[in-house]
């Protein structure tokens, strides 16, 4: 079975400065989707970041970045020029490619981020 | 377009009841899914619907059940509440039962049971 495992419980930043969080899989299968979620105190699952496994290339959206390493089974979040906003809890989840079990999201337990100014 | 809803926002149960939750997904989108989140256990998957059929189901017991009708909408009950069911139960649609897709979740209904 896949899993999903976050080493750091919480983090703090300060703003405008960089953070990284952790997130380490483990998984057979060739074929995945990886993916980082925000979720704020409001409780809204909102998704930050994904990167297909057969891409090289790491994924961007403007101030986040990822580090994907496959064969380390490795999925770093790079947040850039911290805004108090980002403060949130991360999850980083899995999920096979489809197939007749199903696309369920597998996710590991979540990092809280804080923002200071 | 709207977003993900969800009913009711907030329940209270007392042990034993049982209790019905409603998704509403995107308007288009054809694939549903619900996750329970707890503080111990994190987000756990419990069932995956598409075209009104289950398409997968995670690791809990028989209480928890659910379905899907021919307009996307879904509903999952439990049966017989224990203490432990408490729990944010968050809903999430896609266009279509594939990994591609974009999962959009709901704003959740929080579940206290007493």
């Known amino acids: 079975a896949q899993t999903v495992t976050q080493s750091q419980p919480e983090m703090s930043v300060q703003e405008a400065e960089t953070v990284t969080l952790s997130c380490t899989y483990d998984?057979?299968?060739?074929?995945?989707?990886l993916f980082w979620y925000k979720q704020p105190p409001s409780r809204q699952m909102i998704l930050v970041i994904r990167q297909e496994a057969y891409k090289q290339q790491n994924a961007t959206e403007n101030r986040f970045s990822v580090n994907f390493q496959k064969a380390a089974k490795s999925f770093s979040l790079k947040i850039s020029d911290s805004q108090l906003g980002d403060a949130a809890m991360y999850f980083c989840?899995?999920?096979?490619?489809?197939?007749?079990?199903?696309?369920?999201?597998?996710f590991g337990k979540g990092t809280t981020l804080s923002v200071s100014s | 377009k709207a977003g993900v809803t969800q009913t009711p926002r907030y329940l209270i149960k007392t042990r034993g009841q049982q209790v019905t939750l409603s998704c509403s997904p995107i308007s288009g989108h054809r694939s549903v899914s619900w996750y329970q989140q707890t503080p111990g256990q994190g987000l756990q998957f419990l069932f995956e619907y598409f075209s009104e059929t289950q398409r997968n189901k995670g690791n809990f017991p028989g209480r928890f059940s659910g379905r899907q009708f021919s307009n996307s909408r879904s509903e999952m009950n439990v049966s017989t509440l224990e203490l432990g069911d408490s729990a944010l139960y968050l809903c999430a649609s896609s266009l279509l039962a594939d990994s591609y897709n974009e999962q959009f979740f709901g704003p959740g209904t929080r579940l206290t049971v007493l």
């Open positions: 998984t057979s299968e060739s074929d995945y989707y």
């Open positions: 989840a899995y999920r096979n490619e489809a197939n007749q079990a199903g696309t369920a999201l597998i």
